[in-house]
């Protein structure tokens, strides 16, 4: 019942900046968990930044310090801030939300995205 699209992925260089955006739908009353994922050619998917109920970040090892995460209650969005990107950040970014339906204040977290493409290369 909540469905996410991601966007915003493309081809960056090292010295550029990339903002992808993760939007959720559905008969939602609001989404305060957040997750983004990726998967590179070859490997498993793996969690880069998690954003918990709690309201506490948690971002993968290999990202801190150059990715942040923010998002949108209004607009039901959640953005991953890709700065000072590497080629290892190369692969597909996934999202899911935990969101509070309309009716009967059920939660539920949400399908699987098509996922944005991001390709890091001088």
């Known amino acids: 019942q909540v469905q996410v699209v991601e966007s915003g992925g493309g081809w960056v260089t090292p010295e550029e900046s990339l903002m992808l955006i993760c939007t959720a739908s559905?008969?939602?009353?609001?989404?305060?968990?957040w997750g983004w994922y990726r998967q590179a050619p070859g490997k498993q998917r793996e969690l880069v930044a998690s954003?918990?109920?709690?309201?506490?970040?948690t971002l993968a090892d290999s990202v801190k310090g150059r990715f942040a995460f923010s998002r949108d209650t209004a607009k039901w969005a959640a953005y991953l801030h890709m700065n000072f990107p590497e080629p290892e950040d190369t692969a597909d970014y996934y999202c899911?939300?935990?969101?509070?339906?309309?009716?009967?204040?059920?939660?539920?977290?949400?399908?699987w995205g098509q996922g944005t493409q991001v390709i890091v290369s001088s």
């Open positions: 899911n939300a935990t969101c509070t339906l309309l009716v009967g204040g059920v939660r539920r977290n949400s399908d």
């Open positions: 559905g008969p939602i009353l609001n989404c305060d968990e």
């Open positions: 954003f918990g109920r709690d309201e506490k970040l």
